[in-house]
């Protein structure tokens, strides 16, 4: 007896079921990835023990380490860069101060971040738009924002662009492409999305930054951002200044992964990790991430790692100024008093070992820039400009009552305008029980 | 023996806001394993307005939890907690940043008992600062009453006084509803005189009771929150022109005791309600709605009348702490005052 399946007309029939099957065998063909086989079970482990490495350019003494990076900037740049961290960080100090004396109500303070700010700010063209979160002061100062400018909004005197309705700090400049702050966290990265969505479809030859901290990369906001930015291909550079801690809470609360930056791959973003406190190597990434966005159209992250630190360090306790203060923390916000959760010997390292300010510092006595006597006329220069600023900004009136109706919408609608009118009429009566005086006629 | 006994009474005692609700969650913490609080900052930092002091060094990390920057992702979470059988107190910085959170809040806790057939329960407490506080710009300074007061499903608390305080959120934790409760930072830090009642571990406020915190018979004053308190203000110079009002503290704004409120219309025949939200579907819009359906043989209009003419009397007075009638001013730096005239 012969069994059916040894006839040669099966055995070509199981031949050509097998051949039908091969192509299946080879190569996955899911849509959702593309991918090759693998037939060991293996987890991926995520990598924080040796992370994603940090770009340098510059050592913690101000010297280049590899010179085929060293972007040879000239001596006015960089003297500006210098220029716009130390004015900065003056009036940080003056207007800090000046909060605890009750004179403002609310300050930031930007100590230590100051090269985040200047070395990207550097690196994009002055159309480009910056959405910031509430520490990159730095990036207006250095497009030549007004001192006078910056105390009107803190002051919310008459001068201020915002019309004093903002908490200081907030600043906003549409002469200079920097969109008003908004206290909400994250909410401002869907935005720059949307707006580097609008420059691609407008060929603007346009980048669009973002601002923002590590903590507030922890929001929805965030991921719902950079999925977008990617799948809709847009110009945008991310930046986050990674600066340890989200008021009081440590990175190892905030996330359990390598940083922001191993977060890019995720979403198909091309990421990098700079050290923050090196403006040549913030400004190199910023640069060269700006160049592919707008010409591949496509999103970047930058984590810039840094520290919330206290004033930049200076080389004598005194000055003909007068006394600097001593050891001052750079806290969270004038909310804030972060010796609650920061040891004394942490902020130490910092303030001593690794400053933007001073590594740039070394930088530019190394080459022969700047020497100690510029140093001193400059402290007492950029200390003067802050002070007069100050003062003539504390002495402003603020704005005009009426301006408490306007642009709440396009047009005032009749219900304000008559709200408006009311109070015009209540205040020629009872004027004398308020503070008029101090207000705009 | 007996009578000296009687006359032996536990003293007042100071208590400010802050620490009648630390005293309340700390109550509840040791009362009940399963209560836990979450949120920004609350852990060693002790809470941004420190209203979680000294919890976290007493219960530890497991009952004191400090969370990522994400308010969708924990108020999430605190759901979740709930639905498996904790009782979390979910805190917000303040109820502005409650706004990325709110489908969870209304979407997931206030409705996920009906839609389960009464299956899944929710035992949560939302709490935070509410309202506006000093010189905080637009983004720090709403009033969520109204908003979350429209939601079946939810209860929604708003304290005054220490009393409240205390007693509302020690309600509010054991409820097994979810629960809202709106306080307000500038009143943080004010004390009051705790009664000796207040002082015990199982002092409760009701929730849906209001108090009436000044009796008198000439006009209703409705308020909640910090208003309160520039209510009995008001009253207080008001009285010296004969004019008595009787100040209601709502305590709770859903559901809301319409009784009192009703009863005390009936006496007076004037309403004022005063509020920090907008007017526009507001707390006291919807109180002033209530009236119109309600009790009243006269229509509400004709209360009115009587009403603006007496308050003008008063009316330079008035700008202390009431609003000027029939409009809405908001001052920057100031709480805002709405007035509903009834």
Known sequence: ?441 | MAAVSGLVRRPFRQVTVRDAINQGMDEELERDEKVFLLGEEVAQYDGAYKVSRGLWKKYGDKRIIDTPISEMGFAGIAVGAAMAGLRPICEFMTFNFSMQAIDQVINSAAKTYYMSGGLQSVPIVFRGPNGASAGVAAQHSQCFAAWYGHCPGLKVVSPWNSEDAKGLIKSAIRDNNPVVMLENELMYGVPFEFPPEAQSKDFLVPIGKAKIERQGTHITVVSHSRPVGHCLEAAAVLSKEGVECEVINMRTIRPMDMETIEASVMKTNHLVTVEGGWPQFGVGAEICARIMEGISKKPVLEYSQAQIKRLKLAFALSQLSLPSPRSCIQFPGCSCCSCHWC
């Not at chain 1, 930088?363 to 100690?372: C, K, Q, V």
């Open chain 1, 1 to 441: 007896m012969c069994l059916a399946w040894d006839l040669p007309v099966l055995r070509a029939w199981r031949r050509q079921q097998e051949q039908q099957f091969s192509s299946l065998d080879d190569k996955p063909q899911f849509p959702g990835a593309s991918a090759e086989f693998i037939d060991k079970l293996e987890f991926i482990q995520p990598n924080v023990i040796s992370g994603i490495p940090i770009y340098r350019v510059m050592d913690r003494q101000g010297q280049i380490v590899n010179p085929s990076e060293d972007p040879h900037l000239p001596k006015e740049k960089v003297l500006k860069f210098y220029k716009s961290m130390t004015l900065l960080n003056t009036m940080d100090r003056i207007l800090y101060e000046s909060q605890r004396q009750g004179r403002i109500s609310f300050y930031m303070t930007n100590y230590g971040e100051e090269g985040t700010h200047v070395g990207s700010a550097a690196a994009l063209d002055n159309t480009d738009l910056v959405f910031g979160q509430y520490r990159e002061a730095g990036v207006l100062m250095y497009r030549d924002y007004p001192l006078e400018l910056f105390m009107a909004q803190c002051y919310g005197n008459i001068n201020d662009l915002g019309k004093g309705r903002q908490m200081p700090v907030h600043y906003g400049c549409k002469e200079r492409h920097f969109v008003t702050i908004s206290s909400t966290l994250a909410t401002q990265i869907p935005q720059a999305v949307g707006a580097a969505y609008a420059a691609k479809r407008a060929n603007a030859n346009r980048v669009v930054i973002c601002y923002f901290g590590e903590g507030a990369a922890s929001e929805g906001d965030a991921h719902a951002g950079f999925n977008f930015a990617a799948t809709l291909e847009c110009p945008i550079i991310f930046f986050c200044r990674n600066n340890g801690y989200a008021i009081s809470t440590p990175t190892s609360e905030q996330y359990r992964g390598d940083g922001i930056a191993a977060r890019g791959p995720g979403y198909g973003i091309l990421s990098i990790r700079v050290d923050g406190n090196d403006v040549f190597a913030v400004y190199n990434a910023t640069k060269e991430a700006r160049r592919r966005a707008v010409a591949e159209n496509q999103p970047f992250l930058i984590e810039a790692m840094t520290y919330r630190c206290p004033p930049a360090p200076s080389p004598e306790p005194h000055t003909d100024l007068g006394p600097l203060p001593l050891c001052r923390i750079g806290h969270h916000s004038t909310s804030d008093d972060s010796s609650a959760y920061r040891s004394v010997d942490e902020v130490n390292y910092w303030d001593k070992q690794d400053h933007p300010i001073s590594r740039l510092r070394h930088y530019l006595l190394s080459r022969g820039w700047w020497d100690e006597e510029q140093e001193k006329a400059w402290r007492k220069q950029s200390r003067k400009k802050v002070m007069e600023a100050f003062e003539q900004a504390e002495r402003k009136p603020k704005p005009n009552p009426n301006l408490l109706f306007s642009d709440v919408y396009q047009e005032m609608p009749s219900r304000l305008r008559k709200q408006q009118e009311s109070l015009a009429r209540h205040l020629q009566t009872y004027g004398e029980h308020y503070p008029l005086e101090h207000f705009d006629k």
